[in-house]
């Protein structure tokens, strides 16, 4: 499985490598696969200019790689957007979230121009759903968030013992029917509470490299 996203991370470097410039502001995800791409970019520091970061451990792990991180509120442009999925179907729409840093990845890939996604090939899926769907919710509308899930028909598990970036909570769905990501997404961001869910039908990726 490692030798995979080390794969694709190596694909999306070369992929990246004549398109850097001096000034290039690059958007980084969070998780194993983005980790073994952040480790390759190390070597191409020179030739861009930093990075917006998706999450607090990226962060760290980009400045101990020696790339400058900025906050997103300190860019104007980010040319590129790179990171991983949990599932990505054949229209492209995406499950993100596994590592609860959705909400960020979602802005930063908003923000970007060109989101390229990196997975191995078990990520890829007929039908979105099987991998649970991570909702980060306000703390105190958890309850009321679990139940609105369960009258869309989901099944939701609260997250224990993590808390996102921004200080909230994550519940797990099963059960939804996700044939209409695009609705589905804006359906569930329509509850009060709901800070923003893993489906990545707005912001899909322009480009998906796989690997074996
Ligand atoms: C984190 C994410 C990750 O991109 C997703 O969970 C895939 O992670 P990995 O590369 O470790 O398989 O959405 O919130």
Do not use: W
């Amino acid at each position: 499985m490692s030798g995979s996203k080390i794969n694709v991370a190596k694909q999306a470097v070369d992929f990246l490598e004549n398109k850097l410039s001096e000034k290039m502001i690059i958007g980084i995800g969070t998780g194993t696969t983005v980790n073994f791409f952040i480790e390759q970019l190390k070597t191409l520091k020179h030739r861009f200019d930093g990075a917006v970061s998706s999450s607090d451990r990226s962060s760290a792990i980009l400045q101990d790689a020696g790339i400058k991180v900025y906050e997103l509120n300190g860019v104007n442009e980010i040319a590129y957007y790179v990171d991983g999925a949990d599932e990505v179907s054949k229209d492209y729409s995406l499950i993100k979230g596994g590592g609860g840093a959705h909400t960020r990845e979602k802005i930063v890939a908003s923000a970007s121009e060109h989101f390229i996604c990196i997975v191995d090939k078990s990520k890829i899926v007929n039908d979105l759903g099987a991998f649970p769907l991570p909702i980060e919710v306000i703390p105190e509308s958890r309850s009321l968030v679990s139940r609105k899930i369960l009258s869309l028909g989901g099944m939701p598990t609260y997250r224990q013992g993590f808390t996102t970036d921004q200080g909230n909570q994550i519940i797990d769905v099963t059960g939804l029917d996700l044939h209409n990501s695009l609705d589905m997404e804006y359906k569930i961001n329509g509850i009060a509470g709901v800070v923003d869910n893993g489906i990545f039908a707005i912001n899909k990726p322009k480009t998906v490299l796989i690997s074996e």
